[in-house]
């Protein structure tokens, strides 16, 4: 019913910067945020930032914050991350998200629409 299609991931050097993307079609009605997520080799899969469609209200885990921002177009129904000062940690499988019905933006399991990933790699 929601389908996301990501982009803007790549291989960046440790201090720089990578913007993505997260364009969102179907029934998005419904959906009342979006968050990415990460998930690096052998570890489960973390919120990074989220946002509230309507709102704006946004949330940050505390290893980006300060780093990253998290911003959406609502006429463009398109949510991105703009990624500042990465480090090597930030190297993950960066996946955009979005949820069936309003929660909590940390409410992980609220979010059941995926998009298909996109490889973030932060060399030293």
């Known amino acids: 019913q929601v389908h996301l299609v990501e982009s803007g991931g790549g291989l960046v050097q440790a201090g720089g910067s990578l913007r993505l993307s997260c364009a969102a079609s179907g029934r998005t009605s419904s959906s009342f945020a979006m968050g990415w997520f990460r998930q690096a080799p052998g570890k489960e899969r973390d919120l990074v930032a989220a946002i509230n469609w309507g709102s704006g209200t946004t949330y940050y885990a505390d290893s980006v914050k300060g780093r990253f921002t998290i911003s959406r177009d609502n006429a463009k129904k398109t949510v991105y991350l703009q990624m500042n000062s990465l480090k090597p940690e930030d190297t993950a499988i960066y996946y955009c998200?979005?949820?069936?019905?309003?929660?909590?933006?940390?409410?992980?399991?609220?979010?059941?629409?995926w998009g298909q990933g996109t490889q973030v790699t932060v060399s030293s």
């Open positions: 998200a979005a949820p069936s019905r309003q929660y909590a933006l940390t409410y992980t399991n609220a979010y059941v629409y």
